[in-house]
């Protein structure tokens, strides 16, 4: 298992799978597991600096599937919780403030640590999905465009392959 893990990895490092690897990350990252996409486009664009715009359309394309995941896990969580069990008064007020807001809520899917709970708690309150996915998008390209853009700025230059 450890040595197919390892060709894996080694494959996707390679400068032609990059862009794809990338999306791979964005999406993956983009789910309720504890990862950031972030290295993996910085890495690229500092390998390749003329993949800036594309590594930064692909990230948000692959990280705004992730968050479209996640809204489906949420829609799917809320349908199994509310066969088993009422909602509580704070979880109510809660959910109140996030449906007022609505799909809007979904422009803070960049943060970290609750971004992508944002998207998971749109899906459980079956704000509209397409609506959700535009405010998601908009909100992670700022986020990918903004982050790789700095650290291009702090970290000028070019990495030898």
Do not use: Q
């Not at 390892?6 to 990252?29: D, K, M, N, Q, W």
């Not at 950031?36 to 390998?47: R, T």
């Not at 996915?133 to 000028?156: D, E, Q």
């Amino acid at each position: 298992m450890e040595a197919w893990l390892h060709s894996l990895l080694a494959t996707l490092s390679l400068p032609r799978y990059g862009l794809s690897t990338v999306f791979i990350v964005a999406l993956v990252s983009a789910t309720l597991l504890p990862m950031g996409s972030e290295p993996a486009v910085f890495g690229l664009v500092k390998l390749d600096p003329s993949l800036f715009w594309p590594a930064v359309l692909v990230a948000t394309a692959g990280n705004t599937c992730g968050g479209a995941i996640t809204w489906w896990m949420g829609y799917g969580a809320e349908r199994a919780y509310e066969h088993l069990t009422r909602r509580k008064r704070a979880e109510a007020r809660v959910l109140a403030w996030l449906e007022r807001f609505g799909p809007k809520a979904c422009l803070l899917s960049w943060l970290p640590v609750v971004g992508d709970p944002v998207c998971a708690v749109a899906g459980w309150l079956r704000l509209p999905f397409w609506p959700c996915v535009l405010y998601m998008a908009i909100g992670k390209f700022a986020r990918y465009l903004t982050l790789t853009g700095a650290l291009m700025w702090v970290f000028p230059g070019r990495f030898s392959p």
